[in-house]
């Protein structure tokens, strides 16, 4: 039997039946924050995952429904007060624009790793580190549900979909052609696994043919397996899903989907327990992450949890981030130190099979830098970080220190420790219009 999807945000959630749970003050946050933040979840979300017993504290009430917390005090009051006046749409709609404005909507630099062919400025993949690429499929910027800590202006496109997946299908593989130091195309959003099955196949059948083989790697970032795990089971075109991912693991390369989950209650039910065993029966791997936020997930023994879930599901756990710094960050960030006790907290209550995680880690312009730990040296306190992932693959995997700040949530707040004036890669960091030297010297 097919199940649809109903998606509820800001004109519709009354209609929710559980919402009569919801007290007006609740009501009101939403109406309010909801305006400024994205807001949409679905019948599966409301209806197997959030405790409506305790909305005050589910933590995936907290990741799909806005709060009056999620805005600081002078935007949520202005926000109110206009919307208590019944001000015009269009007064309301400029002060909105103007608070997203302050909210950083496009964090760490990310236009500086859009790549050109030719003359052609290619506005759907990022390249920031050789053997990877990340492709936004225009047909993908959206999701079956949003989370609050994500950022997203709400992004429609009504041009003729198949005609303009063909065109981004067209530069993509051209891009390729002359770069065959990439190994990995990470299929991105929003959600890809938003597209239909036919849709997806458009981009990804093509990356098949022999004259691709510098391509081992397929992944696709999705959180459908959290919000929508009847996208592998019963969504009308399931079943075309599954054949293709068999066709990707027959023509021998790697299909691996990035999974996105936030908190071990995403685990459990049958419908995505039901949903992962469909996708490991295809060959694909899935490779899980998730940002540490406050309010959702800020406890050990929650990550252990996951992770020890994970791989009894045959999951493998891959990255824990520290949210970006956007958004509602303020509502979702803790200190450094809070972030790296967690992760250790956590991983060292779980065996080795689950220690393929790694992190706590934030996507800075430079790259992944990951915080090792907090350490004495000479009787001066600091952080030890590395990176991941670098702009400069030479920086990869060398320790460096930083002033210890108890307060700091990102790594821009960071200061070289020892009296360094600059951190070691600092010359080269700010020097992003000549990426493609850096990338290969
Ligand atoms: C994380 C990331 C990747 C993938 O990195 P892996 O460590 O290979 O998973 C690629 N591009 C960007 C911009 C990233 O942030
Ligand atoms: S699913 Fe991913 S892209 Fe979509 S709202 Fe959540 S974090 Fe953002």
């Given at each position: 039997m097919e199940k649809i999807i109903k998606t509820y945000s800001l004109h519709n959630f009354?209609?929710?039946?559980?919402?009569?749970?919801?007290?007006n003050e609740l009501i009101k946050d939403i109406e309010i924050v909801g305006r400024v933040l994205p807001f949409k979840t679905n019948n599966y979300v409301v209806d197997e995952l959030i405790d409506w017993e305790n909305v005050d504290t589910d933590p995936i009430f907290t990741l799909n429904f806005p709060r009056r917390n999620m805005l600081r005090k002078r935007h949520y009051d202005i926000v109110k007060k206009l919307l208590d006046e019944n001000a015009d749409k269009h007064v309301i709609d400029e002060v909105i624009k103007k608070i997203r404005l302050m909210l950083n909507p496009n964090p760490a630099g990310q236009e500086h790793n859009v790549p050109y062919l030719g003359e052609i400025k290619l506005k759907g993949i990022q390249h920031k580190y050789p053997e990877t690429i990340l492709f936004f499929p225009?047909?993908?910027?959206?999701?079956?549900a949003y989370c609050t800590f994500c950022f997203r202006w709400p992004q429609f496109s009504g041009m003729n979909e198949l005609k303009f997946a063909m065109k981004e299908t067209d530069l993509l593989l051209k891009y390729l052609k002359v770069h065959k130091e990439v190994t990995d195309i990470l299929f991105t959003?929003?959600?890809?696994?938003?597209?239909s099955a036919e849709m997806l196949a458009m981009y990804i059948?093509?990356?098949?043919?022999?004259?691709?083989?510098?391509?081992?790697t397929i992944r696709i970032g999705t959180k459908s397996l959290s919000y929508w795990p009847y996208r592998y089971l019963i969504d009308k075109d399931s079943d075309d899903i599954i054949r293709l991912f068999e066709q990707i693991n027959k023509a021998g390369k790697n299909l691996s989907i990035q999974a996105h989950f936030n908190h071990p209650v995403e685990l459990s039910t049958s419908a995505v327990q039901q949903a992962i065993k469909r996708i490991r029966a295809t060959g694909a791997q899935i490779r899980t992450q998730s940002p540490v936020l406050n309010h959702i997930n800020d406890k050990p023994e929650l990550w252990s949890q996951l992770w020890r879930k994970q791989v009894d599901l045959g999951c493998i756990p891959y990255y824990m981030f520290i949210p970006r710094d956007t958004g509602a960050k303020r509502y979702f960030e803790l200190p450094l130190e809070k972030c790296w006790e967690i992760y250790r907290k956590a991983y060292r209550q779980v065996s080795g099979i689950c220690r393929t995680v790694r992190g706590p880690s934030m996507s800075d312009a430079a790259g992944k830098i990951q915080v090792l730990g907090i350490q004495e040296i000479n009787g001066k306190k600091v952080f030890v970080l590395r990176f991941l992932q670098g702009r400069n693959p030479k920086w990869v995997d060398i320790p460096f220190f930083a002033e210890y700040d108890a307060?700091?949530?990102?790594?821009?707040?960071l200061k070289p420790a020892f009296?360094?004036?600059?951190?070691?890669f600092e010359n080269q960091r700010y020097d992003l219009t000549s990426k493609n030297d850096l990338l290969f010297e």
């Open positions: 009354k209609r929710i039946s559980q919402s009569s749970l919801l007290n225009s047909q993908g910027q959206t999701c079956h959003g929003g959600d890809p696994m938003v597209m059948q093509p990356l098949l043919q022999e004259e691709f083989r510098h391509i081992h307060k700091a949530t990102w790594f821009n707040q009296g360094e004036e600059k951190f070691f």
